[in-house]
């Protein structure tokens, strides 16, 4: 791992406006003053409770949601986002080849035959057989449907993923097989991933770095083994004993 | 054992809607009679193998005039679901995706149209462009036609706008209409479909309202309408010309009815 960055935030401080027409206008302040770097070939891990902040500021990485103060610096092109459920992240009108091949019209710079080379190069990283092609996301496994997303994810060849829970809706031997993979895949494909969870097993198992978040904060930030080893903070020690 | 029950709905309504188009596309090129020729036959002539809806006080057959006069209804009907459906979609699909001041203000706007009778706004429209054309009353009646398709439309997309889909293919850096072209309206169609086949039963119900009132087409084309409005003064006389003609449209709106209700009963078996 190197000290190299994919991604840098400096206090950024982020929130929520609401209010329509009619409305009062109200701020929900989410995040804040939240600093850290992502380093090139590493998995880092988020965790924290549900209602934390962690989606938003994976919208804020992603310019969703714009930083009220502070600074997200990329350091590499558009990073792509894996999802949850791995169901609605796939347009359930399209077959498997067409979700695959989106990402590559809509850049617009390679010919039929490039993207079908393409589409099948990364079918084959994800290790998917090629009869899923013809298949639409309903009649997919959870897994298979969860590699197509990593596959339409990584088809742009981005060097910075975020993945927001992707193994959480899968069973445990499923969940195992896709962190393989991602493991595998970031070591081929030279990249790096923010990982958020709220399962600390998976992070323990997949995450070289780990940030904790409470209420919009990162309240601790370490290597896996010294934070989970001797966590510092009582809020990591309360996640830590829930997880056991 | 539910499904075949879907298709049994999908098929008898495709049936029945596909013999009355048949008969419709037909009598563009031909019919038993020259519908508006007069005595073709006796005058109030009973239902028979030669004249099968019977004949009317002109001695008209009644049958080719349902032929030709369903015609009539049937584009008319198509045309208004074609541009209600079309700008309906194209506002709700705008405001929905995008929501907003133009939002709230278009669909404001939709409620105070939908809180008139629709036949009513119809007369008023028409009222204004001239009466007496059959383009006027496709005009009126497709604006009329747009609020409800909007709202639906509108609902739909505002339902998918945060779909992870459609983050994804944001992030991809889709443009917005690419999004709401290609990823959102293949979705929608469950809900897009049975407004559609809806929407046009309420257009021949519409059309046939006005052309009773006699602010729809005007003689001498025949609609189902006008007929029917025809048929009333003779009812008594003829009463085959009321019941063959008002019979024809129950027949069209059922079995577009029945092609919505599957549709609509396969979106719920889907989700």
């Known amino acids: ?244 | 054992m539910k499904k075949t029950s879907m298709n049994g709905y999908l098929a008898a309504g495709l049936i029945l809607t596909g013999v009355l188009v048949l008969l419709i596309v037909a009598g563009y090129f031909w019919t038993p009679y020259d519908p508006n020729a007069m005595s073709v036959g006796p005058k109030f002539a009973k239902p028979s193998l030669q004249y099968l809806l019977g004949t009317d006080n002109f001695g008209r057959d009644i049958f080719s005039r349902v032929m030709k006069g369903a015609g009539t209804t049937f584009a008319i009907a198509v045309a208004t679901v074609v541009i209600g459906a079309v700008f309906g979609t194209l506002l709700g699909a705008l405001t929905g995706y995008f929501g907003g001041l133009a939002d709230a203000v278009l669909m404001r706007l939709g409620d105070i149209l939908t809180a008139f009778p629709s036949i009513l706004l119809a007369m008023v429209i028409i009222s204004i462009m001239g009466p007496g054309k059959t383009v006027n009353v496709v005009l009126a009646l497709g604006l009329v036609f747009i609020p409800s398709f909007a709202r639906v439309t509108r609902t739909a997309y505002a339902g998918l706008r945060d779909a992870n889909y459609v983050k994804s293919a944001r992030l991809m850096g889709a443009s917005s209409a690419r999004i709401l072209w290609v990823h959102i309206l293949p979705n929608i169609m469950q809900v897009l479909l049975p407004a559609i086949t809806i929407g046009f039963n309420n257009a021949v119900l519409a059309e046939a309202s006005m052309s009773y009132l006699g602010i729809g087409v005007t003689p001498p084309d025949a609609s189902m309408g006008y007929m029917l409005s025809e048929a009333q003064g003779m009812f008594g006389a003829a009463p085959w010309y009321a019941l063959g003609t008002g019979f024809f449209m129950v027949l069209l709106i059922f079995g577009v009815g029945l092609i919505g209700e599957s549709l609509q009963r396969r979106d719920g078996e889907v989700d």
């Open chain 1, 1 to 244: 791992m190197s000290e190299e960055l994919v991604l840098s935030l400096q206090h950024v401080t982020s929130g929520y406006r609401e209010g329509g027409l009619f409305g009062r206008k109200t701020y929900q302040e989410v995040l804040h003053d939240v600093s850290f770097d992502v380093r090139r070939g590493e998995i880092l891990g988020l965790v924290g409770e549900s209602g934390t902040g962690k989606s938003t500021l994976a919208r804020t990485i992603l310019g969703m949601v714009e930083p009220d103060k502070g600074e997200v610096v990329h350091y590499t092109k558009r990073p792509q986002m894996i999802f949850q459920d791995p169901y609605s992240s796939l347009n359930p009108a399209y077959t498997v080849e067409w979700i695959l091949e989106e990402p590559l019209r809509i850049y617009g710079k390679y010919d039929t035959a490039e993207r079908k080379r393409r589409v099948r190069e990364m079918l084959e990283r994800v290790e998917l057989p090629e009869e899923v092609l013809a298949a639409k996301p309903s009649e997919l496994s959870g897994g298979q449907r969860q590699r197509v997303s990593i596959a339409a994810a990584l088809i742009m060849r981005p060097r910075f993923i975020i993945a927001d829970e992707p193994v959480s809706a899968l069973d445990v031997t499923i969940q195992a097989q896709i962190l393989q993979l991602l493991r595998q895949l970031r070591d081929e494909l030279d990249l790096s991933f923010l990982f958020i969870s709220h399962d600390l097993n998976v992070v323990y198992q997949l995450c070289d770095r780990v940030l904790v978040m409470k209420q919009g904060r990162i309240v601790e930030q370490g290597a896996v083994e010294e934070i989970f080893d001797h966590p510092k903070e009582e809020y990591t020690k309360q996640l830590l004993a829930a997880a056991e």
